[in-house]
């Protein structure tokens, strides 16, 4: 029978045994409706379309710093 000439090192061992730890990049498809990554097959938690309808109403419909701005300018009149 086919047997192993040299035992493994711990170090070989463990970092087998660390091959469960790996970063897995997630698979991300890139949504139809806002042009921003998401999961393949769920509905988008941007914009809250899938497959052209809205399914689920997203609260605040973030655009990436555009949005904090009127904010603060709505506050400053506001105020
Ligand atoms: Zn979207």
Request: glycine share 6%; charged share 40%; proline share 8%.
């Amino acid at each position: 029978m086919a047997n192993p000439k040299r035992r493994h090192s711990p170090s070989r061992r463990d970092k087998r045994r660390a091959h469960w730890r790996k970063v897995e990049t997630p698979c991300l498809s890139v949504c139809p409706q806002c042009k921003e990554p998401k999961l393949p097959h769920r509905v988008c938690g941007n914009c809250g379309y899938y497959n052209g309808i809205e399914v689920i109403k997203v609260k605040a419909k973030k655009e990436k710093g555009k949005e904090k701005e009127k904010d603060t300018k709505s506050a400053k009149e506001g105020a």
